[in-house]
């Protein structure tokens, strides 16, 4: 596939180095392609890199791993992205009463902002779920880890879940769009119990079925 992914921080330079060598041409969808830290991906990873708009423009899936406060001009900026797939891998993180925490819920989710902006475009939710080290690698966990995919456009989530196999995870169908309400929510769970519980970031959730 031709995969675009928009920023180059620790999601998405994960996501970049755990589709190394997998086939896929890969670009990183960058403002300064000059910035030490990516001209050091690229030559890591075998990617290209591209202006944002340029990269999602050539790409039929398109990754999106940035900051949610810069996430509604970045994504409108990107122009039109009618029938791609949009991979939203963003939570709608905030300051809320003094603690990190989510900035929207209960009504929409982060994910049905960002199709909104992008109305023409497959967009899915998913690789929200864990912190960026288990993107990259987790052939080392004893189970498979688990991402649940949440997406309107069922070709769309296939193809989403063709990219998560590669990356290691099972992926499993929570259902439309609107269910990233629940996917958001479910990700601060990790984010407690890895930063504020201890538990540490080598770690992810797994479905473990009875036989």
Not at 35 to 63: F, M
Not at 69 to 96: F, Y
Not at 148 to 164: C, E, I, Q, Y
Request: hydrophobic share 50%.
């Amino acid at each position: 596939m031709r995969v675009a992914i928009i920023g180059a921080g620790n999601v998405g330079a994960a996501i970049a180095r755990g589709l190394a060598g997998k086939g896929h041409q890969v670009t990183l969808g960058v403002r300064d392609s000059l910035k030490p830290e990516v001209v050091a991906l690229a030559a890591a990873t075998g990617a290209v890199v591209s202006p944002p708009d340029q990269a999602a423009k050539g790409a039929e899936v398109v990754v999106l791993a940035l900051p949610w406060r810069v996430a509604e001009a970045a994504v409108k900026a990107l122009g039109d992205l009618s029938g791609k797939v949009v991979i939203d891998c963003m939570n709608p993180l905030g300051m809320v009463d003094g603690a990190l925490g989510l900035v929207v819920g209960h009504t929409t989710s982060g994910a049905e902002m960002v199709q909104g902006w992008l109305p023409g475009a497959r967009v899915v939710k998913t690789l929200n779920q864990v912190g960026a080290e288990i993107m990259a690698r987790n052939d080392h966990l004893p189970h498979r880890p688990v991402q649940f995919v949440a997406g309107d456009d069922p070709s769309a989530k296939n193809m989403a879940m063709a990219l998560l196999d590669e990356l290691g995870f099972e992926a499993l169908d929570a259902g439309p769009l609107a269910k990233a309400r629940l996917l958001e929510p479910f990700a601060m769970v990790w984010i407690n119990q890895a930063i504020l519980r201890g538990k540490g970031r080598d770690w992810a959730f797994a479905a473990v079925a009875g036989t």
